[in-house]
């Protein structure tokens, strides 16, 4: 028979307790399986506060905590009467949870014990008196009821075994020799609430900034007045990424409860979305399994790999070459940084008042470049000088112009160390070019 059953209630039956017990059972079954089959990890804390000046005592205790264990039933710590009595924390005691506990139900065997004075073994509820009025507005009567308080103590969790249900609450690391119990600023409890752990609060505060800093550095990057649309196709996904998330975790930082499960999910969404541009093979890294008994464990290389992506320096991938018209079809561009000079694609753009095509065909025998200080032995001796090679398309990482041919230069030329000491590359165009509109640009490696 199961202690679960519905009670058929008919004309005439006799009552007895046990009717009313096996009905209540039957209440909390369906109450349990139906929010069961609905949330996941509904248990742990919803508030927690753990008395500190025990700690200097050797004794560790909770000053208020509310909740829910993992069967369902709800807690609240003190509710009336006092809180579970304070754990003596024993001499060799190190690296050990610290959990509130409460005696499972057992099937065959009582859950309800009245208070006698001696231990009442593992029961569930303790009976006390409690006066309770009368919820009628003219009836001031008030009765004494027989109500069940939970049994609720304080445990190593190591030694509740098998027939509790146990939430941890604390790490100890040591109890010292002066008595003083030292616990583990870095555990975080279970929590039905982020608000229970400054560590949670504190992680949701830093993504959330680093989210909005990401943000605007990418906004003022990609519509910076000059850029000449100059930035990345990827730079705008990376944008709607940070800009999809910001107010996302802005309103997840005010929401109250916020599960800790709930936190993860996302947090370990944006992680996977942000792989694609912060890691070398484009996929999201492995992550462990989420433990909400261990949420330290399952946040940390998550958090990593947030960190990792949202600080990274933003490098402009194309940069623009100022070319500067000397006369006599001579234009120069200085390059302060060397590291292009040494580790970028250099592309000449070019548009004339001619067919793209003649321009494609005749503008690489026309144009002459080297360093600046021998591009007239260049032009004067008729050597080749860096050659240039056509690009069937524009590159994607600098902006397309309709009419312009691009042009790839070859940093494998002699002439090229010439321009890395110099810093300045110059150009001379030869022929009839009608109105020739020239850029140039660095394209990192």
Known sequence: ???????????????????FQQQERYFESILD??????LAYAYGFASLRIDRALLNL??????????????????????????????????????????????????????????????PGPVRYLAEDQEVRDAIAQNDSQAVLKVGRPNLRIMLKSEAGSGFNCIGFARILEKRSDGRVVLDEEYI????????????????????????????????????????????????????????????????????????????????????????????????????????????????????QLRAALTAVLEQTAVSIPLQDRGRGVYVGPVQD????????????????????????????????????KIRDLVMRHLPGIV???????????????????????RKSEFWRGVEVSRVIALHIAGDFPNLQLEMWAIRD
């Open 33 to 38: 399986r139906r929010l069961g089959a609905a």
């Open 338 to 373: 060397l590291t292009l000079l040494r580790g970028a694609t250099f592309v000449v753009a070019a548009n004339a008042d001619l067919p793209a095509e003649q321009i494609r065909q005749h503008f690489p025998s026309q144009i002459k470049i080297g360093p600046v200080e």
């Open 189 to 304: 409890p279970p929590a039905l609430d982020c608000g229970i752990s400054d560590k949670l609060r504190g992680w949701l505060r830093e993504i959330t900034g680093l989210l909005r800093q990401r943000a605007q550095a990418l906004a003022e990057r990609v519509s910076r007045p000059g850029s000449k649309g100059v930035a990345d196709f990827s730079d705008f996904l990376l944008l709607q990424i940070c800009n999809r998330y910001d107010p996302l975790f802005a309103h997840l930082s005010q929401r109250t409860p916020l599960h800790a499960e709930l936190f993860y999910g996302y947090a370990l969404q944006m992680a996977g979305e942000l792989a694609t541009f912060g890691r070398k093979d484009r996929r999201s890294a492995e992550f462990p399994r989420y433990d909400h008994d261990d949420l330290q464990a399952s946040f940390a290389p998550v958090l990593d």
């Open 1 to 19: 028979m199961s202690e679960q059953d519905k009670v058929l209630w008919s004309d005439g039956l006799f009552l007895r307790p046990q009717h």
């Open 388 to 410: 240039v090679s056509p690009l069937p398309v524009a590159p994607r990482q600098i902006p397309f112009h309709a009419g312009y041919s691009y042009f790839e230069l070859d």
């Open 58 to 119: 050797g004794k560790i205790a909770l000053a208020q905590a509310t909740g829910q264990f993992q069967d369902g039933t709800p807690f609240e710590v003190p509710h009336d009467k006092a809180a579970p009595d304070p754990l003596d924390v024993p001499d060799a005691c190190r690296d050990a949870i610290v959990a509130l506990v409460l005696p499972l139900r057992r099937p065959g065997l009582p859950d309800q014990a009245f208070q006698t004075g001696s231990d």
